[in-house]
């Protein structure tokens, strides 16, 4: 009498039917922490409520919204992504500027799912391969169906997120700027790395860099009317990462960076700000109090305690007054401030 083989395919359907949702959500959401994991720590994956978005970090973030996620109705939607975008619990977010929210593609929810119930069977069907009693030439079968329900996952992750909210502000009041691919190919082949180019590159909305000219331009530093001669660390920090609408920058580093390059290039000077001295709206500071003309490391940079000002603001007096004028306090809050 003649062995029936069991065939791997039959097997593998069966397995199939027995896998829940919620497991092969888990497996998705998984999946892409590993992918996203490994490119970052600024993301946040598939975060449940607003709260699950840390505020006041001073880089970039951007929230993976859950497959789920498009289930809801357009007006519930916007409603929610514009919640994430302003609150984190019940407290306005303070950092409005630093936030993307990354929306999943709905042509690809289905397959990247069906990939991903295959999947999880195929490791059952390996779990029970002697319950089964498969051969080597059924292994190796398995094997290449799970191989191809790879590529198939691969690709459908490289396609689920192609757009990407921001928060800008319509008549006083929060709105939504969509970005999109609109078909135009990208170069990165990893999840995040290919959001990323999709802000930096594709729409210019994120920048990694900075040269300190334009640091000063946008600070609005300088020696006309309405201009600033100082800016606080913290104040620059808050501009960049509160106002929408703004400049986004990747990270802190990008503003360290350029007021780095600006020492050495003797465009922009720095001290601590308990050194820097102010009066009738003027700024000075001691030449031995300062940083300026000189090379310096990123560390050197003080995000909390730090203040740039315009070269003209240190003088060679040596107690850090202006020559010819009697002494002040300690430096006031730069005059027409930035609001955040």
Not at 24 to 36: D, F, L, N
Not at 136 to 155: F, I, N, P, V, W
Not at 251 to 262: F, K, M, P, R, Y
Request: aromatic share 8%; hydrophobic share 35%.
């Amino acid at each position: 009498m003649l062995k029936t083989q069991a065939n791997v395919n039959k097997i593998l359907e069966d397995e199939a039917d027995n896998v829940g949702t919620e497991e092969i959500r888990k497996y998705i959401e998984q999946t892409i922490e590993e992918r996203v994991g490994a490119a970052t720590n600024a993301a946040i994956i598939w975060p449940k409520k607003s709260e699950d978005i840390p505020d006041k970090e001073s880089r970039f973030l951007t929230a993976y919204m859950p497959m789920e996620f498009l289930e809801k109705s357009f007006e519930e939607r916007a409603w929610t992504a514009v919640n994430y975008l302003t609150y984190c619990g019940a407290e306005p977010r303070h950092y409005r500027n630093g936030l993307g929210l990354v929306m999943p593609e709905p042509r690809e929810i289905e397959g990247i799912r069906r990939v991903a119930r295959y999947l999880l069977a195929v490791d059952r069907v390996r779990y029970k391969s002697t319950s089964y009693k498969l051969n080597e030439e059924q292994m190796r079968q398995l094997k290449e169906r799970e191989d191809t329900e790879k590529a198939g996952l691969e690709s459908g992750l490289r396609s689920l997120y192609t757009s990407v909210l921001l928060l800008r502000v319509e008549e006083g009041k929060p709105a939504l700027e969509k970005l999109e691919i609109s078909g135009r190919p990208l170069k990165a082949q990893g999840m995040h790395e290919r959001v990323l180019e999709l802000l930096i590159d594709i729409h210019g909305k994120l920048y990694k860099t900075m040269r300190a000219s334009k640091l000063l331009a946008l600070m609005k530093m300088g020696n006309g009317q309405g201009e600033r001669q100082a800016v606080e660390m913290v104040a620059m920090l808050d501009t960049f990462f509160s106002n929408p609408g703004f400049l986004r920058i990747t990270q802190a580093s990008v503003l360290v960076e350029a007021i780095v390059q600006g020492i050495a290039d003797g465009t922009i000077a720095y001290a601590m700000k308990n050194r820097v001295r102010q009066g009738s709206g003027k700024f000075w500071v001691s030449s031995k109090n300062s940083i300026f003309r000189s090379q310096v490391v990123l560390d050197e940079i003080d995000l909390d305690y730090g203040i740039i000002l315009l070269p003209e603001c240190v003088t060679p007096d040596e107690t850090g007054h202006q020559p010819g004028t009697p002494p002040h306090g300690g430096l006031q809050p730069p005059v027409g401030g930035f609001s955040t």
